[in-house]
């Protein structure tokens, strides 16, 4: 834990209500529907015919091994990589192409980068507010007491006034999903959100991430964290060379993986 | 040979001239840079057409000499096809500001493009992703971090601009570096070229010294921390 700079609480379960949005009368079915989709780097074929299913509430962990395709399938999701075929649903509507509508949808899939991405030259609660204010177009006031309680949810609102290099790695990424939550996106985005940390600060992420979980953000997290998969997922896709493997439970890949290729590879990570 | 009383003879109109030299500066540094975002806008654009513009122009403008430029400005477009900015001598004042600036523009360009270099694919990313569009990503993410990071280069093309606004005796408005032919022209003078051009040139790096310094100062002052 962090000491003195306020680590999150875990126990925040209740934190401000107005976190995960109201279920739109529209949102009944799944939120993210990700169908047949392909994708290649030049020669490399990187998505093969995925097929995944988020429905609301659900938290989804992709794990699998480097260079197998989590990373691009996570930000194919809100298009920061096009695909080469198939089709991704968010909410109902297939991603638009670039433009207006796209701008409108990425504000609603909120995304957490590995290395926090934060706007260097602006202040955290400044990162916080640009979106409400830029993009939702709510008052500079409004914006701020909203930021400040995100801020405080996470634990960073001491440091609302420094700037991101003047931060901790960790407090940082807290930082960075605080500016996510300001827009009050209907599903997060999280690629790979702890990797770029030293060891002491990943909890500090993680135990933000399973806050959000159980107060029932839809959230799909690539990660190699295995205890945040079993304590916070409802569903494990095992991703490996372009292909999704493995959907299994937490409970049922970790204990009992139906797949040859996920066995090999828990038992790889797991046994030291 | 060093006497320097033709420079103090002719003080005042020395003192014109560097005057005019100022007001041309100082607006085509201003103009410039407004040129210089646009157009750099223009070539990171995923509109292809802008792109070409941006590129097309950019290409003409930074490897045309600049005399070229300005002669075209007052006596082709001004002179030859009577696009006049007003009846008087001015005319010849707003086209060498509209010369110097579109052609400094093409160098202002570049150095903003380099600076959009040094940004971080992330930053760009990070802005997409909390909904912002292109321009306004551009114009509140990359751009500000893009000028932080090229202030000195800024700096280095603005004094080029102010040295090169010379040029502009020969497009018909009368600045310090007219001024002086002026004055070796006189039959009166016949001795003191050296001084003069001392005294001229001076003259200039009050001008050009002190915006470098300037601009290094604020190149510390506003660097971004990463």
Known sequence: MTGSEGAPDPTAGDGPDDLVPERSAAGSGPLVVVEHVDKHFGELHVLKDINLTVNRGEVVVVIGPSGGGKSTLCRSINRLEPIDGGSILVDGKELPQEGKELARLRADVGMVFQSFNLFAHKTILENVTLGPIKVRKRSKQEAEKHAMELLDRVGIANQAQKYPAQLSGGQQQRAAIARSLAMKPKVMLFDEPTSALDPEMVNEVLDVMTGLARDGMTMIVVTHEMGFARRAAQKVVFMADGQIVEENTPDEFFTNARTERAKDFLSKILTH | ?226
């Open chain 2, 1 to 226: 040979m060093f006497d320097f009383r033709p420079f103090f003879d002719n003080f005042d109109q020395i003192l014109e001239g560097f005057w005019a030299t100022v007001r041309l500066s100082a607006l085509a540094a201003v103009l410039s840079m407004i040129f210089g975002t646009v157009l750099v806008s223009c070539r990171v654009s995923p509109i292809p057409v802008l792109r070409a513009f941006g590129t097309g122009y950019v290409n003409v403008l930074r490897n045309t000499p600049l005399t070229l430029v300005l002669l075209m400005c007052s006596l082709g477009l001004n002179d030859e096809l009577a696009l006049k900015f007003s009846g008087s001598n001015s005319t010849y004042y707003w086209w060498a500001v509209l010369g110097l600036s579109g052609y400094t523009a093409a160098f202002v360009c570049e150095a903003l493009r380099s600076g959009i270099n040094t940004v971080p694919l992330g930053q760009a990313e990070a802005a997409r992703s909390i909904g912002l569009g292109f321009t306004q990503s551009l114009r509140i993410v990359i751009l500000p971090q893009a000028f932080r990071a090229v202030i000195a280069p800024l700096g280095s093309v603005l004094i080029a601009m102010i040295k090169n606004s010379t040029v502009a005796s020969a497009a018909g408005y009368a600045e310090s570096a007219s001024v002086m032919k002026d004055i070796l022209d006189q039959p009166s003078f016949t001795s003191g070229a050296i001084p003069l051009f001392i005294g001229i040139a001076a003259g200039f790096m009050i001008l050009t010294l002190p915006t470098g310094f300037f601009f290094g100062w604020l190149h510390k002052r506003m660097a971004v921390v990463r």
